[in-house]
């Protein structure tokens, strides 16, 4: 599905040159690479502040706490995403409000937030699923009208820029009133393990944020409230400083790939290709396909005797997952996103995809559909 071999290949000697930098001064936990990759990401994104952290889990965890959120606050978040968005809801005994999504964008769809919202909502967190922004214009909105957090579930969208109304852009995760990010080696920035990064326009929520991931430590080893220890070491932020360099041309190469791909299945009645939402760029985190009367098993064991990735994301949604099965919720309750589960496929997308492999992934998944 990616390609991280090729990837390194061209950035090699700035790679290596960072991490023996940072190997020769031994300044593995928050050292001097951190800082200097924080402060890139800030000016990148044109936010006051990133706080490094450990992975993405983490940076939605720590931003609940932070935000003071207490058990039984009702939170509100699409059904159709990765498991590690309703988890840390449940994990501070939160309690997870799900909402279906747009069919067309896979986002969370501002009308079933509305009908979500109780007394006891607190935040809303809308991830920007497979590269694009979920509708931050419409949740701003309700979080106004409602007094609501808003937390932006940005692990799939680094780098995408959300389209205002009157022509304003903003870069997804500065929008509402904290981003969360996730640099895991296959995310679109990614580090060579694990990592994370929470994004803050507030200064007070980003000091209460640097506490939490650092045990709740205001003053050496004087701890004002209970945190974690989730802290992005400085080997990967060595790598990532290198990368982000790298990240729009990166989004530019995925595009290319989208559009070959959306080329070769115009009009193939079989597959609806990824509409582009107007109001967002789209950095194609995945590119996820829509079939239609596919045996998709079928169509997957074909592709793999090919030796070609089709992944399923994501196959079950929240609401059928055995973990979090709740009587509030049954099989029906949010058909979109049910369907989505049972039609979707993924194609391999990422940086170093050349038009020969393009145009053998292309004709393969047309030899199979139209067998
Ligand atoms: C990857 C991902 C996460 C979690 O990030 P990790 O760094 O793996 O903890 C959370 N939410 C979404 C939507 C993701 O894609």
Redesign the pocket.
Known sequence: MVDLQQQYKQIKPEIDKGIQEVIDTCAFINGPAVKSFQDDLETYLGINHVIPCA???DA?QVSMMALGLQPGDEVITASF??I??AEVIALLKLTPVLVDVDPDTFNIDPEAIRRAITPKTKAIVP?HIFGQCAPMEEILEIARQHNLYVIE?N??AIGADYIFHDGLQKKAGTIGHVGCT?F?PS?NLGCYG?G?AIFTHDNELASQLRFIVNHGMTVRYYHDFIGVNSRLDSIQAAVLKVKLKHLDEYAVKRRAAADFYDKAFAGQPGLKTPVRYHKSTHVFHQYTLVTNNIDRKALQEFMASKEIPVMIYYPVPLHMQKAYIDPRYKEGDFPVTESLSEHVISLPMHTELDEEQLAYITSSLLEVINR
């Open positions: 992975n993405g889990t939605l995403t990765f590690a968005t991830v579930d692990c799939q996730s895991f995310k694990d994370g």
